[in-house]
C-alpha cells in the first residue's frame, strides 16, 4: 500500500462486495413482498439467529440500546432498583438501565480482560439490587462462571450486554445464552452488522421471551389491545432480509478477526509501551484494542494516536471516558472508585482492524505505531 494512501479504522467493503448479489436480491425480495414490518423475513431471521447462537428464543428490535431496556422492563426492573454493571463499556449499558428508572452501580473492571471484575460483585449487591448486567467488551467473553456464581449466590438475574460480541463464546456456549437475556446490536460496526440499526434480544425462558415480545409493540399481545406501556421497537424486514444474507458468513468472519489478531500481536510484540491483547478462547475481535503505557521513551497513549494520525492511519479510543464519570452521572455517582476503569480510559486504542485486513496494511500500521511509541525515533 501507498504510504501516503490513508489506512481506515474499519473498512466494510470487503464484507460487502462478496454478497452484493446476493443482498441485492434479498433487498428485491422484500420490496416486492410489500410486507415491511414484522414479517416473515423478521420471523426466518429470528429462528436462524436462534439456531446458530443455540437460543430457546430470539427476538429482533429497533436497535442494541432497545433490546437492553426490553431485556430489563421484561426483568420487571424499575423505579427504585438497582443492576450492576461496568463502567469501561458504550453509555447505551448505563443509559438502558437509568431509562427504566433504574439506578446503575459501577464496579471495576479486571485490568487484563477489561471486563466486569467478578470480584467486586458480592460488595456492591444492596436490598435493591434486581440484575447484574457484564459486557462482553470487544468481543471477549467475561468470566462468566464466576459472574454467574455471584448471581446465583445472591439471586439475580444476568443479562448481557452482547453488543460487540456476536459469535463469541465462553466454554463453548455462545454469549447471549449464558444469561437469562442476552442483548445484541446489528449497528454497522459489529461482527454481525446490519445496514442501519437493529436489535436482537435472546431469552432462555418462554415468559420473558413473551415480555420483550409484547413490550417491542407497544404493550400488546394482539393489536389494540394494549396492556402495558410500552415501545414501537421492531426490526425491520428489510435489515432482516439483509442480516439473512450475512449469519451464515458470520463466523468465517469471526475467524478471520482471531488471525488479524494474532497477526498484529506478532508485529507489536517488544514494542515499548505498547500492551496487546491476548488472543483467548471464544474471544471474537469486535475491536482490536491495545494499550499505550507512557515512560520508557513511550510518550503516551493521546501523543502516540496524533502521531498515527499525522502517518495517516486512523485509529479510535473506545472509551475516553469511564460512564461514572460522565456528565450525567458526575453528580450521582461522584465518589465512585473504579480506578481501574480510570486507567484504562487513558491508555486504550483500537487499531485499524477488520476480517480479511491485509498483512501490509497491518505492517505499515505496526511500523507506524513503532516509530509512534518511540517519539519518532527508528
Not at 460487502?16 to 425480495?29: E, K, T, V
Not at 436490598?127 to 456464581?149: E, N, Q, S, W, Y
Not at 407497544?218 to 439483509?242: I, P
Request: glycine letters at 10%.
Amino acid at each position: 500500500m501507498n504510504t501516503a494512501t490513508r489506512i481506515p479504522v474499519l473498512d466494510l467493503s470487503c464484507q460487502l462486495d462478496p454478497l452484493l448479489d446476493d443482498l441485492s436480491a434479498a433487498f428485491g425480495r422484500v420490496l416486492r413482498s410489500c410486507h415491511y414490518i414484522l414479517g416473515p423475513e423478521v420471523a426466518a431471521f429470528e429462528g436462524e439467529a436462534a439456531a446458530h447462537l443455540g437460543a430457546a428464543h430470539a427476538l429482533g428490535c429497533n436497535s442494541g440500546t432497545d433490546a437492553l431496556v426490553l431485556a430489563l422492563r421484561a426483568l420487571g426492573v424499575g423505579p427504585g432498583d438497582e443492576v450492576i454493571t461496568t463502567p469501561f463499556t458504550f453509555f447505551a449499558t448505563a443509559e438502558a438501565v437509568s431509562a427504566v428508572g433504574a439506578v446503575p452501580v459501577f464496579v471495576d473492571i479486571d485490568p487484563a480482560s477489561l471486563n466486569l471484575d467478578p470480584g467486586g460483585v458480592a460488595a456492591a449487591v444492596t436490598a435493591r439490587t434486581r440484575a447484574l448486567l457484564p459486557v462482553h467488551l470487544f468481543g471477549r467473553p467475561c468470566d462468566m462462571d464466576a459472574l454467574g456464581a455471584e448471581a446465583d449466590r445472591h439471586g439475580l438475574p444476568v443479562v448481557e450486554d452482547c453488543a460487540q460480541a456476536f459469535g463469541a463464546r465462553h466454554r463453548g456456549r455462545a454469549v447471549g445464552t449464558l444469561g437469562v437475556l442476552g442483548c445484541f446490536s446489528f449497528f454497522p460496526t459489529k461482527n454481525l452488522s446490519g445496514f442501519g440499526d437493529g436489535g436482537l434480544v435472546t431469552a432462555a425462558r418462554p415468559e420473558l421471551a413473551e415480555a420483550v415480545r409484547m413490550l417491542r409493540a407497544h404493550g400488546a399481545r394482539r393489536k389494540y389491545h394494549n396492556e402495558t406501556l410500552g415501545y414501537n421497537s421492531r426490526l425491520d424486514e428489510l435489515q432482516a432480509a439483509l442480516l439473512r444474507v450475512r449469519l451464515p458468513h458470520v463466523e468465517a468472519w469471526n475467524a478471520a478477526r482471531v488471525q488479524a489478531a494474532r497477526g498484529y500481536g506478532e508485529r507489536l510484540a517488544g514494542l515499548p509501551g505498547v500492551l496487546a491483547p491476548e488472543v483467548v478462547e471464544g474471544h471474537v475481535f469486535n475491536q482490536y484494542t491495545i494499550r499505550i503505557r507512557a515512560g520508557n521513551g513511550c510518550p503516551g497513549r493521546d501523543a502516540v494516536q496524533a502521531a498515527l494520525a499525522a502517518e495517516g492511519v486512523e485509529t479510535m479510543v473506545y472509551y475516553p471516558v469511564p460512564c461514572h464519570r460522565l456528565p450525567v452521572y458526575a453528580r450521582s455517582h461522584g465518589k465512585t472508585a473504579c480506578p481501574a476503569a480510570e486507567a484504562a480510559c487513558g491508555e486504550v486504542l483500537s487499531l485499524p482492524f477488520w476480517p480479511g485486513i491485509p498483512t501490509a496494511v497491518q505492517d505499515r500500521v505496526a511500523e507506524a505505531l513503532g516509530r509512534a511509541v518511540r517519539g519518532g525515533r527508528a
